[in-house]
């Protein structure tokens, strides 16, 4: 399996921010995008989330799972949690399994342990903290299996053991040849294989030592 960025150009409005990026990233590795705020990241991210169409060039994975693009083979947990304000914790496990297609009560309770909701589950999340309401948006990686995942500043709120928390699910799915792209100022708890600098539109590739 093989996510392949090739020559990506991106616009927002009518100014262009992405020119010409490439970089891949085989199973098990994970990627780290770097650059000052609004050098592209988001905007690569959520291009490749399959949110935004490319002003040119394509992202793909090769190798993927048969007749499932790569905006269908993704996690992305961005800015935003994605939760849902009046629905208790449970229920937006229970949401966000079945919109992932995701297995069902077992997968549910999985999620509910890997992002320690397990004492929040009947609580509203409009009443959780910010810390507590990223561990609800973060609990997807968990709810359905997808190779390829995108995370945008994903410990933002975080306290350390949550963000070791993150760190233990990250490894777990880089170990069973997962793909990660991430944008963060804070290890991941894994080794970067490479790491694609954005600046002025464009991308440097620095490979790990
Ligand atoms: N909806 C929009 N319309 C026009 N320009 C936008 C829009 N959203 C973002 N931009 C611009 O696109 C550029 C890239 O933004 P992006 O959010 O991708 O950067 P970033 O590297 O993720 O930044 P940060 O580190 O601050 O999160 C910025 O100059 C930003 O002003």
């Given at each position: 399996m093989k996510l392949v960025v090739d020559n990506l150009s991106c616009a927002r409005g009518r100014r262009r921010v992405l020119e010409g990026v490439s970089f891949s990233a085989a199973d098990g590795e994970s990627v780290l995008l770097s650059g000052a705020n609004g050098s592209g990241k988001t905007t690569l991210l959520r291009t490749l989330a399959g949110f935004m169409t490319p002003h040119s060039g394509?992202?793909?994975?090769?190798?993927?799972?048969?007749?499932f693009g790569l905006d269908e083979c993704c996690h992305?947990?961005?800015?935003?949690?994605?939760?849902?304000?009046?629905?208790?914790?449970?229920?937006?496990?229970?949401?966000?399994?079945?919109y992932l297609g995701g297995n069902g009560l077992e997968a549910i309770d999985e999620a509910a342990y890997a992002f320690d909701l397990e004492p929040l589950r009947h609580v509203p999340a409009g009443f959780l903290s910010a810390g507590q309401k990223r561990r609800l948006g973060l609990a997807?990686?968990?709810?359905?299996?997808?190779?390829?995942?995108?995370?945008?500043?994903?410990?933002?709120?975080?306290?350390?053991?949550?963000?070791?928390?993150?760190?233990?699910?990250?490894?777990a799915h880089a170990g069973s040849g997962g793909i990660i792209v991430a944008a963060s100022?804070?290890?991941?708890?894994?080794?970067?294989?490479?790491?694609?600098h954005l600046a002025g539109g464009h991308a440097e590739i620095e490979e790990a030592a």
């Open positions: 394509a992202a793909r994975l090769e190798g993927g799972p048969e007749g992305y947990v961005g800015h935003l949690n994605g939760i849902k304000s009046g629905f208790s914790v449970d229920e937006n496990l229970a949401f966000l399994a079945a997807r990686l968990a709810l359905a299996w997808r190779p390829v995942w995108l995370l945008d500043e994903p410990t933002v709120s975080l306290d350390v053991a949550s963000q070791e928390l993150l760190a233990e699910a990250v490894r100022h804070v290890p991941l708890g894994v080794g970067f294989s490479r790491t694609v």
